[in-house]
């Protein structure tokens, strides 16, 4: 059973910083690109960050460079996105996704409110 568990969202004021989490299980992980998606209310999905089975970034939206940085554990099965100096507009629900050929994976993801 594949699954994809996001974790470390939360509430965080303007200028913090938070780390979100994915563990996979159920599919093997060093195969599959990975990537963090978000999408805030009355908006489409957007992705924000992916990074290639070897450890490659290979996309990095405009709206978060230098800012967030995605990196990936194979051994532990896990893929992260460390987020700085958050801004109001980083306001989403951010989700995990699994990607190989035609095989595509989704978390259920995880609120992040940026907000004094």
């Known amino acids: 059973q594949v699954q994809l568990v996001e974790s470390g969202g939360g509430l965080v004021q303007p200028g913090g910083s938070l780390r979100l989490s994915c563990a996979a299980s159920g599919f093997t992980f060093s195969s599959y690109a990975m990537s963090w998606y978000r999408q805030a209310p009355g908006k489409e999905r957007e992705l924000v960050a992916a990074?290639?089975?070897?450890?490659?970034?290979?996309n990095d939206a405009d709206s978060v460079k230098g800012r967030f940085t995605i990196s990936r554990d194979n051994a532990k099965n896990t893929v992260s996105l460390q987020m700085n100096s958050l801004k109001p507009e980083d306001t989403a629900v951010y989700y995990c996704?699994?990607?190989?050929?035609?095989?595509?994976?989704w978390g259920q993801g995880t609120q992040v409110t940026v907000s004094s």
């Open positions: 990074i290639s089975t070897a450890g490659r970034i290979t």
């Open positions: 996704n699994a990607r190989r050929f035609t095989m595509n994976y």
